[in-house]
């Protein structure tokens, strides 16, 4: 059975949506943020040296990082399912996307966020945020543009791993401007497994 280290309110629901499309037995490990720093728990770190979640164990495997995790997974219990065929030009742009998700997408967001956390007044760092999350949302909403999907107008672990985007840009209140991306959120939000996910994770805090 796969066991998911997750972590409240953290990027590991989208590890749960995915272990729901494949349809695979799974086992849910729980931990909480702490109240006042908001990071992740010690006891993390006896799982993976860096503490952080998502982290999957599958039989004598132990895989970090949410790219990873999806990949493996696919590859493992669901390529045809959701991904689209090796070599092809729909993988390699799905394969782009999985990895725009926590590369360009995701670096501008947590700068974002992480300065309106902190609440000091910055030189560079707050204007080079707001310029970048506009950039790369920008590109990701024309890239939506007349499709309902990201890749083979079906879903795929693309989408999987992007949705975690979508919700940053809802939590900012910037999902407005963007309507191709208000839209895919939608269609997102409308997946049994998605829901289930959203339900589970609320479960956990």
């Known amino acids: 059975m796969i066991k998911l280290h997750h972590l409240n309110q953290s990027r590991s629901k989208r590890i749960i949506w995915l272990l729901e499309e494949l349809g695979v037995e799974y086992q849910v490990v729980p931990y909480q943020r702490d109240s006042v720093t908001f990071l992740a728990p010690p006891e993390l770190k006896s799982v ?7 982290v999957i164990e599958d039989g004598e495997e132990v895989i970090a990082e949410s790219g ?26 799905y394969i782009q996307w999985l990895h725009f998700a926590e590369s360009s997408a995701m670096l501008p967001l947590l700068l974002k966020m992480f300065v309106a956390k902190d609440g000091a007044k910055t030189n ?31 879903l795929t672990g693309a989408d999987i791993m992007m949705s975690f985007v979508v919700e940053i840009v809802a939590r900012f209140g910037l999902i407005e401007r963007f309507p191709n991306i208000q839209r895919y959120a939608k269609t997102l939000s409308e997946h049994e497994k998605f829901r289930a996910a959203e339900q589970l994770e609320s479960l956990y805090g």
């Open 68 to 93: 990873a995790i999806t990949e493996y997974l696919i590859n493992r219990y669901g390529a045809d399912k959701l991904a689209p065929k090796p070599g092809s030009k729909a993988h390699l742009d």
């Open 124 to 154: 560079f760092l707050s204007d080079y945020a707001n310029a970048e999350c506009v950039k790369v949302i920008g590109y990701f909403d024309q890239r939506l543009e007349g499709k309902t999907y990201l890749v083979e107008e079906r």
């Open 48 to 54: 993976h040296p860096l503490g952080k979640s998502p």
